[in-house]
C-alpha cells in the first residue's frame, strides 16, 4: 500500500515535505490506522497520536486524502492510493501528524462543559425521564477529535474568536440537558458577534464527523432558542418549546 | 420581543437576525411581484408605467432595496473581515461598498419616483 505522508520537525526541518512510504499490508490490516502502524514500524521518526484504535478516543484525528477522519475507522478499502495523509488544518503542528490542539480545548472550556445545578444534592443521582436523556441523543457521542472545528473555514479565519462546531455542539448538549440549570446564561455566554454568529451553515462539519453528528444543527438549534429565550424574557424560564422536543424530532424539522 | 434582539444589546444575533429578516422580505417580495406580473399581465408601455407607478409597486420595490442593501452590507462585510487583513485596504473597501449601496438606493429613489 502506497502512503504519502506530511513529515515536519521543527527542530530539524526547515520547512514541513511529503515523504512517500510503502507497506506491505498483513491480514487484519483494515483501516488506515494499521496502515500508519506498518509506516511507524519502518520509520519511527513519523510521528502519529493514537489510543483506544476503534474510534472511540478521538485522538488520531487526521487529514485523510484533503477530508478530515479518525484514521482507526476509516477502512483502507475506501480509499484511493496513494494516501495523502496530513495534520488536521487549522492548527500549529507540533511534529508530523501530531497537532497543538490548545486553541481547541479553550474553545471547549469557554463553554462551560459541566452541569450547572444549584439544587442541594439528592440523595441518590439527578434523574431524568428517558424523554429528556433522549435529548441528548446525537449530543453526548462527539470525542471531541476536532475533525469538524478544523475543517471549518469559519474557524480557520477567525481561530481565535469562533468557537468552533465541535465546542458549539457541547454547548447545545448542556443547554438541553434537564438537570443543567444555566440555560439562559449558556445563551447569553454565545452572544458575541464571533462566537456563534460565525458559522455561515458551511456545513463541513456536518461532512467529515466521524461519528455521524451534526453539530450544524446544533448550532441552528442554539440560535432559534436564543430568539425563543428574548420572547420569554422576564419570566426567567428557559425556552420551553425547543426543549421540550426531542433531538432527534428537531433534526428532522 | 424581537424588536430589542435588534438592539446594540445582542451584537451577535443583531447582525444575524437582520440578515434573515432582509432574506424574508426579498423572497416575499419576490413572490409577490411575479404573482402581480402574472395577475396584471401589463401589456405595452403605458401598462407597464401604471404597473410600476402604482403606490403599492413603488413602497415595496423600495422596501426591497432597503432589505437588499442590508443584506449586501452585512454580508460583504464578513467577506471582507474574512479575507483582507490589511486594515487600511479593509476600511477602504468597506467605505466604497458603503457608499456604493447608498448610491444604489439614492439612484432606486429618484428612479421610483422620478426626483
Not at chain 1, 507497506?23 to 488506515?32: A, F, S, T
Request: charged content about 25%; glycine content about 4%.
Amino acid at each position: 500500500m502506497k502512503l504519502s505522508i506530511y513529515r515536519f520537525d521543527p527542530d530539524v526541518d526547515e520547512k514541513p515535505y511529503m515523504q512517500d512510504y510503502e507497506v506491505e499490508l498483513q491480514e487484519g490490516d483494515n483501516m488506515l490506522l494499521d496502515a500508519l502502524l506498518r509506516v511507524k514500524h519502518q520509520d519511527d521518526s513519523m510521528s502519529l497520536r493514537k489510543s483506544c484504535r476503534e474510534g472511540v478516543c478521538g485522538s488520531d484525528a487526521m487529514n485523510i486524502n484533503g477530508k478530515n477522519g479518525l484514521a482507526c475507522i476509516t477502512r483502507i478499502a475506501d480509499l484511493t492510493e496513494p494516501v495523502i495523509v496530513r495534520p488536521l488544518p487549522g492548527l500549529p503542528v507540533i511534529r508530523d501528524l501530531v497537532v497543538d490542539m490548545t486553541q481547541f480545548y479553550e474553545h471547549f472550556n469557554s463553554v462551560d462543559p459541566y452541569l450547572k445545578n444549584d439544587d442541594s444534592l439528592p440523595e441518590t443521582e439527578r434523574l431524568q425521564s428517558p424523554e429528556d436523556r433522549a435529548k441528548l441523543d446525537g449530543l453526548y457521542e462527539c470525542v471531541l477529535c476536532g475533525a469538524c472545528t478544523t475543517s471549518c473555514p469559519s474557524f480557520w479565519w477567525n481561530p481565535d474568536k469562533f468557537v468552533g462546531p465541535a465546542a458549539l455542539l457541547q454547548a447545545y448538549r448542556f443547554i438541553v440537558d434537564s438537570r443543567d440549570h444555566a440555560e439562559a446564561e449558556r445563551l447569553e455566554n454565545l452572544e458575541d458577534p464571533y462566537r456563534l454568529y460565525r458559522c455561515h451553515n458551511i456545513m463541513n462539519c456536518v461532512e467529515v464527523c466521524p461519528k455521524k453528528l451534526s453539530p450544524n444543527a446544533a448550532i441552528v438549534a442554539i440560535k432559534d432558542l436564543k430568539i425563543e429565550l428574548s420572547k420569554e424574557r422576564g419570566e426567567d424560564k428557559p425556552a420551553k418549546k425547543y426543549l421540550e422536543l426531542s433531538w432527534v424530532e428537531y433534526e428532522k424539522r | 420581543m424581537i424588536i430589542e434582539l435588534l438592539t446594540s444589546k445582542y451584537p451577535g444575533m443583531r447582525i444575524w437576525l437582520s440578515q434573515r429578516i432582509t432574506a424574508v422580505v426579498m423572497a416575499v417580495y419576490s413572490v409577490l411581484l411575479i404573482v402581480a406580473l402574472l395577475i396584471v399581465s401589463p401589456d405595452g408601455y403605458a401598462a407597464w408605467s401604471d404597473f410600476a407607478s402604482s403606490f403599492l409597486f413603488r413602497i415595496s420595490t423600495f422596501l426591497f432595496f432597503i432589505c437588499l442593501s442590508v443584506h449586501a452590507w452585512i454580508g460583504v462585510r464578513d467577506v471582507l473581515r474574512d479575507y483582507i487583513f490589511n486594515q487600511t485596504l479593509r476600511t477602504y473597501l468597506q467605505v466604497m461598498v458603503d457608499l456604493l449601496l447608498v448610491i444604489y438606493v439614492v439612484w432606486l429613489s429618484i428612479i421610483l419616483w422620478g426626483l
